[in-house]
Each structure stands twice: as C-alpha cells, then as structure tokens.
C-alpha cells in the first residue's frame, strides 16, 4: 500500500526567502503524486500534480515540485516566498485505484516578515 | 457556481447522538469522498462513491454510514456519535474520465464535537 511521509511538522521561512517543503513517498509503481494548499478555515486546494513525463512540474501560485523517483519524493518549492502563502500544505499520493488519494500528515508553513 | 458545499460547518452534539453531515456538488462530478482530518493524522478517507448509488470503504469506515441516491449529494452520517469521532470532515469530488481529470475538489469543511 502506498505512504507518504512529511517529515516537517512547522517551519518558519522569512517573507521573500526560498521554500522547500519535503515529502517522501512510499510505492511500488509509478505513484500519482499531488500537493494541496489548506488556508485557515478552507478546504483544500490544489497546487499541483505529477502523472508522468517531465519530472519538474509547475504549478498555481508560483509553486513548483520536482519528482525524483531515485529518492522517492516530491518536494515542493517557491522561490520567493510571500505573506499569504502561510498554511498548511499536504503531500498526497494515489495507488492502485488513483482515485483514492493517501495524504500527509502535513507541514505547516509560517512566514515572518 | 456554488461548486461544493457542506453543511453545517460546525456541529456540537452528545455521546450516542445521530448525527448527519451534508454534502452536495454542482459539477454532476461522479466521484465524491469523505474524509477526517485530524492533528498528526492528516486526511485520511472514511468512505468513496463511484456513481450514485455505488458507495466503498475507505480506511476508516468504523462507525459510519454513507448512502448516494442522487450525484449531487453525498451524506455522512454518524449512527451512535463517540467522542473519537470529533473531528474535522472534509467532502471532495472529482469526476471521472482518466488520470489527467482526477483532481478532487475540497468541501470548506465540518468542524464536529461530540461531548
């Protein structure tokens, strides 16, 4: 069964520094892997997802994830980080049935100024 | 162009109460899911449906019933509510068609206390 693992509960990054949040994933085949973005009091939304072809994906807000199978992650990255992207951010990976998505514990991001 | 909504958004209720938890779509989406979302557990799916009337366990199904006669809505409800059922509930929907179309969209959210 598939897993996906955040290995960072918190952390605080200056308004204007670079992001790079972690996620490792667990698979057999080739995972369907996704990142979702829950402001205070929302639901989730999504950022961005990787199926297949270029390892390097973009997505809304200025975020972007790199897919590199031999170390089995996914992590998420932003090169300027502004004030409103304060959330909490979840790593998710779908299996056998890629509907059915398996998520993170989730990292919450804070911004300082 | 409401998308996905969930009612109520907030819930207290007693030990050993019914209690249900709507959800309704307006994108005629076929897939539709429930989740909790609690503190160092992330989401994790209590249930899924198909297509109206096909519903299927997710990983967390104990002590809850979904049911699916109509696309659009897809009620949670809690038979006999435990206090380890406080939590968050999220409903998602995605529609079906092939991998590049199965992005779920997220509900804004239940928040559930049962005392």
């Known amino acids: 069964a598939q897993s996906v693992t955040q290995p960072d509960i918190h952390i605080t990054v200056s308004e204007g520094a670079s992001l790079e949040l972690r996620c490792n994933y667990s698979y057999g085949a080739t995972p369907y892997l996704f990142w979702y973005v829950q402001s205070p009091g929302q639901g989730l939304q999504l950022l961005l997802k990787?199926?297949?072809?270029?390892?390097l994906v973009q997505g809304i807000k200025g975020f972007e994830a790199e897919f590199k199978r031999s170390q089995s992650s996914f992590n998420l990255r932003k090169p300027s980080v502004h004030w409103s992207d304060a959330a909490e951010y979840f790593c998710a990976v779908g299996g056998e049935s890629f509907q059915k998505l398996v998520f993170g514990t989730g990292t919450r991001l804070l911004v300082s100024p | 162009d409401a998308g996905i909504t969930q009612s109520p958004r907030y819930k207290i209720t007693e030990t050993g109460r019914q209690v249900t938890l709507m959800c309704h779509q307006t994108w005629s989406h076929s897939y539709m899911f429930w989740y909790r979302q609690d503190l160092g557990h992330g989401l994790r799916l209590i249930y899924y449906?198909?297509?109206?009337?096909?519903?299927d366990k997710g990983e967390v199904p104990d002590g809850y019933v979904v049911s699916r006669s109509k696309t659009e809505n897809f009620p949670l409800t809690l038979e006999s509510a435990t206090r380890s059922q406080t939590s968050v509930y999220f409903c998602a929907s995605s529609e079906a068609g092939g991998i590049y179309t199965d992005t779920q969209y997220f509900g804004p959210g239940t928040r559930l206390t049962v005392l």
């Open positions: 990787y199926f297949s072809g270029d390892t």
């Open positions: 449906s198909a297509a109206a009337d096909i519903t």
